[in-house]
């Protein structure tokens, strides 16, 4: 028998009970209506008492046990009417409970039942449709129309259009092409198309989710069983008042009265409903919040850590050039690190087969592999014993050298990573790799900090020289370098003498960390990996500042908790003393208290949505934040030649200085200007529309005016040149390049943060 049953048909008959006892009543008929009115009571009782008793052999209390003495005593006290409200009104408060409840986890069921069961796959030049626990790695699979991938693989065909609402909560669909990976629980919106099963379905991204989603609808918050913890205040401070009344009045029912208002089930109700709705409303935000007490923990967070590639930065780091030691050439270090490479999932090591296979390179199958999380491999490839890692873990099996001293000035000069390689004992070379800032990260971290979030942390296997400047343009409060997992552990674990913490990265060696914080937050994880088995939150937007949505999301969620506890259990506590002096009959007391439940139920619902509007900029439609960077990346060969003759200038005779100033002016006139006045004119007044504050786009304006302020002097002087006028020296002028140089850089940047951060997908 469901649940939802047994309270659908329990407020069926303690509501035909009390009609039939009121007719009844109504016809003289006063024995057959207390009956009835004795009966419907008595079927609740029953219910209650199996359910108390049961709770006391695990040795628990519970504050239900207020209402079956309520119900008892009226039925003792021969208040039959008084009894058959009761039992209707705890009926009608567990039914709404329960479907309450029950809308609250719509959005993490509807994850669940729209799991695959089947597939279509190829056998030969014939199509079967199989149980998708059969799909092998390997096989290929068709999904045609409407169909949900079943499981993670790589697309065969040119293109895809995909439905990933159920994964990242966003509607817009999105494109994949031949050779992307896709991952289970997308929709397909488009034309049929073909699929390589890279997993099996039990460890592909969807199975992991449901796993997850299941731990979360059946969850139970620590604030929630504290309800019942305070029955062992309330239930003898109940007793004492009700027995108190009847003692100094004489009339048992005021007792019966102080008992049926003291019901609390503002306590039982509101938390449940409250923090369900919270890890619903995350759900649809693309936020698997696994239980209610990691959502309690998370609206409580004080101090955060952040991993620094893949979470701070894109992760998708790219091979900017190899450099040698001297004994072998950058394309045979490119083949030997790349071939090691390939054991290992990391970004780094991915973005170094990556630049293999463009380059052109066969790699070679590697040996005996060994690999530290965060810090490198050791193997073996063509007979050669290949370390390929950090520049501290090369150096536990190498000696140092000048040439690898000199790389890391390097390195820190150009504000890059990079992973060295030693071959057969001797140091050879490095990778030297990009990762930039992602878009979204400055933002991300103000908005935190707006929310509650006292300390910002960033762990980092880098050097603290690389690491101190991305630290820095994010906005941390202090970095943390040369860690490996047992260092980013420590670091965690100390910190939580500060506060709750959380823990956000994407990598399995951050599994470890993402398991000693209060909370940990895998971002933008496959579903079934280690660093989103081990942490409480999965974010299945690669997004950071989804972080900072589902913190205000479960401090919502915690305070609406705490207004319908504070103010249900108040109104209760007042209504008791009211009663205690004479002045609430017992069924009055059943209809008030039945109204507060009603209000506490509904206030809690609140928790599933609309309070974010005020706090949440709206979006921008996908189509004109696309035109916005197109016109940004038209103009990025323009920014390249202001920087260029900004450092040139110094350098050139009068007459090449005359001809490149006057070619750049030209140009910035007729394209640069009418791109930043159109931007003045019609796109910041839209924007506007957008944000909050009555003037939020002033500083950027602000640069506007600076820009034209720039141009306009470069006019000016151009135009002296031309007629042979020398006003200013070289170095001034070097200097207002250099100056317009910067303005742009940073607008630009600025802009292109906006536009992300406004971005509906």
């Known amino acids: 028998m469901s649940k939802g049953w047994l309270e659908s048909a329990l407020l069926g008959l303690t509501l035909f009970t009390l009609l039939g006892g009121l007719l009844a009543h109504g016809w003289d008929a006063a024995v057959a209506a207390d009956a009835l009115w004795t009966g419907g009571a008595a079927a609740v009782a029953l219910l209650l008492g199996v359910e108390i008793v049961s709770r006391l052999l695990r040795r628990e209390v519970g504050v239900d046990l207020i209402a ?61 449709q199989v149980p998708v626990e059969q799909v092998a790695v390997g096989d290929q699979l068709l999904l045609r129309l409407g169909e949900v991938v079943p499981v993670d693989g790589v697309l065969l065909d040119s293109d895809a259009t995909l439905d990933e609402s159920a994964l990242s909560g966003e509607s817009l ?19 049929p198309f073909k699929l390589r099963a890279s997993r099996v379905a039990a460890q592909s991204t969807y199975a992991g989710i449901v796993r997850m989603v299941e731990a979360a609808s059946g969850s139970r918050a620590p604030f929630v069983r504290l309800a019942d913890r305070y029955a062992l205040g309330l239930i003898p401070l109940t007793l004492a008042l009700a027995g108190l009344a009847w003692f100094f009045s004489g009339d048992p029912l005021r007792a019966l009265a102080v008992l049926v208002v003291a019901t609390p089930c503002p306590l039982i109700l509101a938390v449940p409903v409250a923090i369900i709705s919270g890890i619903s409303r995350c759900a ?39 450099e040698s030691a001297g004994a072998y050439s950058r394309e045979r270090l490119l083949y030997l690190a790349a071939s090691l490479a390939q054991a290992s999932p990391h970004s780094i090591a991915l973005a170094a087969v990556a630049a293999a296979h463009k380059a ?45 001293e000199q790389a890391l000035r390097r390195m820190d000069y150009q504000v890059v990573g990079g992973s060295f390689i030693a071959v057969d004992g001797e140091m050879a070379g490095a990778l030297l790799f990009a990762d930039r800032l992602r878009l979204e990260s400055p933002h991300a971290l103000r908005q935190l900090r707006q929310s509650g979030i006292r300390r910002i942390v960033m762990l980092t296997g880098d050097r603290a020289e690389t690491a101190q400047v991305i630290g820095t343009a994010a906005g941390v409060d202090e970095v943390r370098a040369a860690l490996d997992p047992a260092g980013k552990v420590a670091a965690v674990s100390a910190g939580r003498a500060d506060g709750i913490t959380l823990m956000v990265g994407d ?56 207004q319908g506890v504070i103010a249900g259990m108040g109104l209760s506590l007042l209504a008791m003393l009211v009663a205690a002096f004479g002045y609430l009959p017992p069924l009055a007391g059943a209809i008030l208290q039945e109204v ?71 140009d910035l006139r007729e394209h640069l200007l009418p791109h930043e006045r159109n931007d003045e004119d019609q796109l910041y007044p839209q924007l506007a ?21 720039l141009v ?40 292109d943060e906006l536009y992300h951060n406004l971005d509906e997908r």
């Open 360 to 404: 052109g390179l066969t790699l070679a199958l590697p040996q005996d592999v060994e690999e530290q999380p965060g810090a490198g491999l050791k193997g073996r490839v063509d007979g050669h014993l290949v370390l390929f890692g950090s520049h501290g873990y090369v150096l536990r099996a190498v000696s140092a050298q000048h040439w690898s």
């Open 712 to 751: 306009h002097l470069l006019e000016r002087i151009s135009a002296d040149l031309d007629k042979r006028v020398k006003a200013i020296s070289p170095q001034e002028l070097q200097q207002l390049l250099l100056q317009l140089d910067t303005v742009l850089e940073l607008h630009f940047a600025q802009e």
């Open 507 to 562: 990598g399995i060696n951050d599994a470890p960390a993402l398991a000693a914080a209060d909370v940990g937050i895998a971002l933008g994880a496959s579903g079934a990996s280690a660093s989103s088995e081990a942490a409480g939150v999965v974010l299945l937007v690669d997004r950071l500042d989804r972080v900072a949505e589902a913190l205000r999301i479960a401090r919502r969620s915690r305070r609406i908790a705490q």
């Open 68 to 128: 079956l003495l309520s119900i008892v005593g009226a039925v003792l006290l021969g208040q039959a009417l008084v009894a058959a409200v009761i039992a209707l009104m705890l009926a009608g408060g567990r039914t709404l409970e329960f479907y309450s409840a029950r809308r609250a986890q719509r959005e993490l069921r509807r994850l669940i039942d729209r799991a695959p069961r089947v597939a279509w796959r190829y056998q030969g030049e014939r199509l079967e």
């Open 284 to 322: 649809r935000r693309g936020v698997l919040v696994k239980d209610g007490a990691v959502l309690e923990a998370l609206a409580g967070a004080q101090v955060l850590f952040l991993d620094k590639t893949g979470t701070l930065t894109s992760g998708r780091a790219s091979v900017l050039t190899v």
């Open 596 to 666: 507060i439940d009603v209000a506490v139920i509904f206030n809690a619902l609140r928790a599933l949505g609309g309070g974010l509007r005020a706090d949440r900029a709206i979006a921008l439609g996908g189509d004109s934040v696309d035109r916005l960077r197109h016109e940004h990346d038209d103009l990025a060969p323009l920014l390249e030649r202001v920087h260029d003759l900004a450092t040139r200038i110094a350098s050139l005779s009068a007459e090449q200085t005359r001809q490149q100033l006057a070619g750049l002016v030209s």
């Open 173 to 191: 669909p999105v494109h994949r092409h031949a050779g992307d990976t896709l991952r289970s629980g997308g929709v397909n919106a488009g034309a």
């Open 689 to 709: 529309t957008h944000l909050r504050g009555d003037d939020p786009l002033s500083a950027m304006s602000h640069t506007h005016r600076e820009i034209f302020r």
